[in-house]
């Protein structure tokens, strides 16, 4: 069975400042895929990010990067230069093959300014 | 490029009422996902559609729940006798398939309370 756990329930991060989002994930699968979402008060899922568990290198999209550790199982994201627009839930998610989407039980950032 | 929308964004029921959800995905999409968020959680998985035809349902969708994608482009997500226990954000994706990340995008929601 598929699984990602996030340990943060919160995290706090001053204006301009980066922070990690903590994700490790458990699959038996060799083949998967890893996503971030960001869901504002609005409850809209923004999709971030995405990672392949054979891709070399670590996925970036602007501000927003992937520390992906394939052999520790996590996938961290990392955001560098806090906005207070990244005020938000980030959930973690996995897929393999066809299966559905999992999503851990999220991070809620506040950023400070 | 219009995202995907779902209506209504928010609905208040009474428990025994029957509700219906409707999800419009991104045009030329043909994958289409339900999900429910309760409070504190992330989305799980209620079922999905290729085109059609529902090729997926997870054990959360009790026989109060039926979900259709008639023509292959809007669905629908019909709860029978509502119970408070079905209180919950209901999310709808959507994916273009057949690329490597196939990823989905998620319309804003449909906050369903059930008195």
Known sequence: AQKITQTQPGMFVQEKEAV?????????????????YKQPSSGEMIFLIYQGSYDQQN???GRYSLNFQKARKSANLVISASQLGDSAMYFCAMRSGNTPLVFGKGTRLSVIA | DTGVSQDPR??????GQNVTFRCDPISEHNRLYWYRQTLGQ????LTYFQNEAQLEKSRLLSDRFSAERPKGSFSTLEIQRTEQGDSAM????????????DTQYFGPGTRLTVL
Not at chain 1, 20 to 36: A, E, I, M, V
Not at chain 2, 42 to 45: K, N, R, S
């Open chain 1, 20 to 36: 990690t989002l903590d994700c490790t994930y458990d699959t038996s699968d060799p083949s998967y895929g890893l996503f971030w």
């Open chain 1, 59 to 61: 996925a970036t999209e």
């Open chain 2, 10 to 15: 928010h609905k208040i029921t009474k428990r």
């Open chain 2, 42 to 45: 992330g989305p799980e998985f």
């Open chain 2, 90 to 101: 209901y999310l709808c994706a959507s994916s273009a398939g057949g690329t490597r990340t």
